[in-house]
């Protein structure tokens, strides 16, 4: 009997977040997802962000984090900064069970700073890494994996309103790297 309540849980927390997705991504599009960048510690955000939402992961793995150049403030809206690294942490780990941790790595440079999120998981067939960022697509082998492909449609546009650039390296089999660049500067 509990078990049923078990996954009645499951599907509705489902349903909410398609439902949450769907209505982002209206709201992004009509131009009205509220953009409020301010100076940020990001290595301090990216360890709280890692603290509470992935350190006691059933599996037992984690996420680690690593940082170059000299740390310093940047400028986000940590609202939606917490919706790119959601989405781009939580494919790190749900395309890679049973390997090695993802890895984010924050690099401070010159004008601009990276932030990669790397995973040792199934990766992306070739053929299908120039549909990515399409609404609803799912490469061919995450069957069995769930998903609704619109995670990387939203960090796009999120990653867009501050300015920045996104690009995905993937072997098919070894896994994948995010690299999602932000300039200082805010125009
Ligand atoms: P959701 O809408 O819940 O995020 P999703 O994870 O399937 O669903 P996206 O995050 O938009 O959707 O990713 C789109 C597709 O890109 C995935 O279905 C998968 O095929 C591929 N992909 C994205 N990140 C990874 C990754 N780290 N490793 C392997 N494949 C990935
Ligand atoms: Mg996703």
Do not use: C
Not at 162 to 181: D, L, N, P, Y
Request: charged share 25%; no cysteine; hydrophobic share 35%.
């Amino acid at each position: 009997f509990v078990k049923h309540w078990d996954k009645i849980g499951v599907q509705i927390s489902r349903l909410t977040n398609l439902m949450n997705d769907v209505l982002i991504l209206g709201r992004t599009e009509a131009n009205k997802m509220p953009f409020n960048p301010e100076p940020v510690d990001l290595v301090a955000f990216i360890m709280r962000f890692i603290e509470q939402n992935y350190l006691s992961l059933e599996d037992g793995r984690t996420v680690m984090l690593s940082v170059e150049g000299s740390r310093r403030n940047v400028g986000l809206d940590e609202n939606l900064f917490s919706h790119i690294l959601g989405n781009a942490i939580s494919n790190a780990l749900k395309y890679s069970k049973g390997r090695p941790n993802p890895e984010v790595k924050v690099h401070y440079e010159e004008d601009s700073y990276t932030i990669t999120i790397k995973d040792y998981g199934i990766g992306i067939p070739k053929k299908e890494q120039a549909n990515l960022f399409e609404s609803f697509f799912r490469a061919q082998n995450t069957s069995g994996i769930e998903g609704t492909g619109l995670g990387l449609v939203i960090m796009k546009q999120f990653v867009k309103m501050h300015q920045g650039t996104i690009k995905i390296e993937s072997i098919e089999g070894k896994g994948t790297s995010v690299i999602i660049r932000f300039p200082y500067q805010l125009n």
